[in-house]
Every structure is written in structure tokens, then in C-alpha cells.
């Protein structure tokens, strides 16, 4: 069994501790917390070993009534591998924790791209993971960017990307972000920092995005062009997309008009927490207009990178391929069903 | 001196009936209404000749102690021109009393093309209005899309532009519109019915659009990529946009990061209402790569058709021509200042 350490466990830690729990191939060594909060407790619930991130925090850890099983430094010393899923920049400061203790790390998408020796995401480039010790899975909009530009490449081949990524103001959890009653160019300048980040992947691609800020924080929504080198038929692509598991094609007659009735769904479903880990693509969408082809995704940045992580702990590992790794990891949590 | 009837005092038609008062050739004759409320009474308190556009409602005028002038058919018959500034769909509705006074008249760009015999842009196609007996001004958003469009075809041409079109929800006052907290893809198909509509000003065009609804109600925000026929500098798009008066670039150092600074902006100016006429595009924004221009511009729903309807009265009578028109326009109310 492949142990796992989980250092961070806010919106992205809490959801890869449920979803490394429910691998045949791996468990939680423990997670790691700066401070007590609602999430610490639940950790304890759920039976999760808890770290202190912080050594002279563990007090307050104490003081709260919450048991506490060591230091991060002890996590990390005993594990096979660290997913860090701290706040960005954090796991830039981390790295020398687990470059001490040559434990192979896992980041995400906050964290700078030359931090690390691979940008992943498990449809594009998963063999390129096998043996780094530092591999950052990228954000929840370069995989769900990454996973519909990867087939189209492979079928048509891709001449230009163009997306306007919508992007919810914040978290639900984030009461502190904005906006409230306004859309903001963010950031204003042009291209994004998204384009360049999707690079990461596809060092190759020619990719020009657009970012844009509003009261929303259920999902993220991209509005995308893919200038394709051939012209296609819109449901040969509806076609192609349908056998990719990781990407959800939403039928017309399910009557979700948008991120609020697609979480409604996923809850009604049963998913943890409303989880919607594939890519929600509305199938009406899809459009070719010559070699222009157009869609809608939703994009729900709580979740979609999580089976990426698990994916990327089988990558470094080399305990399995690709196809492998992402069927087990599919079925365990229920994606593509 | 122009008589201008308006029908309708919402949203458009107040404003409209501030402009026409603010010019030098024309005059408000009067305004129609199907019902008394704040409008009506603040049309009173401003001296507009109220009329009652329904003549079974005249007594609700009566019971609301609002003196009416009489109804919008004598209002039609004595009027040189009519801008019907009435909801979506009710403009087809009332042609056939405007042909039956003979009166030329206005509609916005709620009413479908085929109603009438030229959709209007000042900046793009003004001469096609003249003698025409029913004019279309074109809505906001194609109103602010042309009005980008019409220099760069000009001066470098444009092979194909594709837009994503980031509509606020509702008007401030349509307090029975949504959405809360989402991102639509709103209309889900692509591509969006803008696109065809900024053809009935440029039927050669090559123009794809994207539309979504979030939960805002101050300004439209558009994500613009236009592929120019050659390459060009960003400089010198800006200097091509800062020679238009209704294209305001917003300057970095204003420190403007959205709709809600710049509507604040436009109020702190002392305009009407904090009307924001011109195209606001985020000078930052205006990008280059290779061929593909892009920029974010805000489009403020209720006010930028205003400066259009104005100019479309001369254009129909045939009093001025372009240059002529909408620099009184621009004069009298305070546009590219």
C-alpha cells in the first residue's frame, strides 16, 4: 500500500485524503494542519492522523481538544510520497521540507511551474511524471483546458486556442473575496496567465486566454474556440468527447441551464460534497463553424484536479499506466458514470 | 425644430427624452406611457407632455393625479418622427399606428430586423437611414461591438471576429431577473444571435459570438478577439480607437478595475444618471498576436444607444450628415469629454 501524507487540508487536502481513502492501491499516512478549525475536527472524525503543520501551533491543536499524532516533519519522514495542497506559495516554501527527507512531492496548480521538474495532467502527458520528485498538478483550469485539448489534438490537430475563462470570484467557503454586482477584466492584461499554463502541458500549443472575474463561486466557465487543422462535423466531436471519461456532456434534456442545477444534480446523486470532478461541458454547445470549433465548460475548481492527484501519485510511483491508473481511479470515485 | 414623440419612458425612452432636449434641432413633443409610476410622475416634474399609450388606462393617470396631454395617436399625428422605446416585441406591435400617421419611426434593438428597412450605427452605416420610414437602432451590444469594428475594417480590415458577450443579469431596476450566484451560458447553442445581429450592420462580416448571464446588473462585459487582415502594433490600435469619440479608453492610472468604479466614475463626473455613452475598453486590455486583436470593453446597457437614437432622428430627416450629427450629439451631452 502506497502511504500517503496530505500536507494541507482546506478545499483541495480534504477532498484528496477522501479520495486517496478509497484507492485499492494506496492510504492516508496522516494530514497535516496549520490551525483548529471545522475542517481539523472533521479530519479527526473521519479518523485521519493529524499533524500539526506547525510546531508551536500544536498547542492550539490542545487547547481545541484535538488530538494530535506528530509534527509534519514525522508525516513526511514516513511517507512514500506528500501531496501538499497548501495555500499557493506555501508549497514553494515546503519543498525543502520533503527535498530533507527525499520524500517525492506532489503541488498544485498555485505553485510556480519551475518550482518543479513536471507539470501534469493525467489525459496529456502522465509518463512524463514517472520518477520526478517534484510534480505539480496543474490548476483546475489547465486540466479542464488540458483535457479537451488533448483529444482533439490527437484527432484533428489543433491549430490556434482561444478561451475567455469566466472565473467564479471565489470558493464558497471564501467569504472575503469579491465581486459583488460587477464583472471585472481580471487580469486586465491580455493574454492571461492561463494560455502559458496550459503550456506547461503542451509545450507546442499556440493558446491565447482571457480572464474575467464575477459574483459567482459554484463553478468557473470557459468560453472556448479551438481552431482545429481540419474541418469536423460538431458531432463527430460530440462523439469524440463522449468516450473521454473525464468529460461530462451535459444532454439537453437534463434542463441544467447552469453551475447552480449541475451541483444540484451531483448532490442529488449522492457525490461528495456536490462534487463534480469531470469537466461539464453543455453538449447543445458544441459547435464547428468551418475549423472553428466553439463550447461551453463548467469548471469546478473545488474539485477537478482531485483525481488528477491520485492519478500523479501512480505517475511518480510507476505503480501504473496511464489507462490503468485512470480507470481505477475512475471507478473508485464514481467519475464518468 | 425637429418634434420628436417618444413611446415609452423606461429605461431607453427617459433618456432618449433628456437627449432630444439637450440638442439644438429638436424637440421633445411628448412622451407616451401605458401606466403611471415614478417615470411617469419624474416626466411631469421635468415638463414632458404626457400621454397615455393605452386609452383604457388614461383614468389610472387620472386616479394618480398625473395630467395627461392625450393619447399616442394625436401624439404620433402631430409628431415629425416617433422613437418607439417600448419592450421587446411591442415596437412590431405599434408600427402599423405609425404608418397610419405616416410618421417615420425608431425602434430598438429588441424588434427583429425584418420589421424594418435599415438597422442603424451612427459610426457604420448612417447615410443607409436617410428616408427611411422605419429604422432599427441596433441594441447595445451591437451598437458597442460596430462601433469597434467599423475602424478596424477601415483601416486594416477584419477577417473574422469572435466575441464572448458577459451579459449582466438585468437592468438595476429588473428586480425579477437572475441569476444569483451563477454563470449561464446564456443562449447555450452557439453561436449567439449577436453575431447575425452586428450583420445587419456589416452584412459582409465574418462574426462569431458567445453569450453568458451572470449576476450583475450594471454593465455587459465583452471578451473581443478580431482577426485583422494584416499585423499590427497594439499602439496603434490605441491611437486608431483614441480618434473615436465614442470609444473611451480607460487609462491604466485611473485605477478602474471594473464596472463598478467606472459607473462610480461616471456619477462622480456629475452625468446623467452616471450614463457611461461611449464604449469603455480597458486600454491595457488592447493586445496583439500576430494578426488576432483582442480587448475586455464594458457596454453599459441602458445608455450607450442613447447618442444612436439621436442621430438616427437626423439621419432618417436627412438634417446632417455623419460628421455633422453626431458631433452635436456628442456636444450637447457631454460624450469623449
Request: net charge negative; proline share 4%.
Amino acid at each position: 500500500m502506497i502511504q500517503v501524507a496530505i500536507n494541507g487540508y482546506g478545499t483541495i487536502g480534504k477532498r484528496v485524503a477522501d479520495a486517496v481513502r478509497a484507492q485499492p492501491d494506496m492510504e492516508v499516512l496522516g494530514v497535516a494542519k496549520t490551525r483548529p478549525n471545522f475542517e481539523a475536527e472533521t479530519a479527526i472524525e473521519k479518523g485521519f492522523a493529524l499533524y500539526a503543520a506547525i510546531e508551536e501551533r500544536e498547542h492550539l491543536f490542545d487547547e481545541a481538544g484535538l488530538d494530535i499524532a506528530g509534527s509534519v516533519d514525522e508525516l513526511v519522514a514516513d511517507a512514500d510520497i506528500v501531496v501538499d495542497a497548501t495555500p499557493s506559495g506555501i508549497g514553494a516554501e515546503n519543498k525543502s521540507l520533503y527535498e530533507e527527507y527525499e520524500t517525492p512531492a506532489l503541488y498544485q496548480g498555485g505553485e510556480d511551474a519551475d518550482l518543479v521538474d513536471v507539470s501534469f495532467n493525467a489525459r496529456s502527458n502522465f509518463e512524463d511524471a514517472t520518477d520526478a520528485d517534484h510534480v505539480r498538478v496543474v490548476s483546475c483550469n489547465t486540466t479542464g483546458l488540458s483535457r479537451v485539448i488533448a483529444p482533439l489534438r490527437e484527432t484533428y490537430g489543433v491549430e490556434k486556442v482561444r478561451a475567455t475563462l469566466v472565473r467564479r470570484g471565489g470558493d464558497p467557503g471564501q467569504t472575503d473575496r469579491g465581486p459583488i454586482n460587477d464583472i471585472l477584466p481580471n487580469p486586465v492584461t491580455i493574454p492571461s496567465h492561463h494560455g502559458p499554463d496550459v503550456e506547461t502541458i503542451f509545450d507546442d500549443l499556440d493558446i491565447d486566454t482571457l480572464g474575467m472575474k464575477v459574483p459567482a463561486t459554484q463553478m468557473h466557465m470557459h468560453s472556448l474556440n479551438v481552431t482545429l487543422e481540419e474541418e469536423v462535423d460538431a458531432a463527430d466531436v460530440r462523439d469524440l468527447f463522449a468516450d473521454e471519461s473525464r468529460l461530462f456532456l451535459i444532454p439537453e434534456h437534463m434542463a441544467i441551464d447552469g453551475s447552480g442545477k449541475l451541483k444540484e444534480y451531483a448532490l442529488d446523486a449522492g457525490r461528495p460534497r456536490g462534487d463534480v470532478w469531470e469537466n461539464a461541458i453543455w453538449e447543445e454547445s458544441i459547435s464547428t463553424v468551418g475549423r472553428d470549433l466553439y463550447l461551453f465548460q463548467g469548471i469546478h475548481q473545488e474539485s477537478d484536479v482531485v483525481p488528477e492527484n491520485i492519478d500523479a501519485v501512480r505517475a511518480v510511483l510507476g505503480t501504473a499506466d496511464a489507462e490503468e491508473s485512470i480507470e481505477t481511479t475512475d471507478e473508485t470515485l464514481g467519475i464518468g458514470l
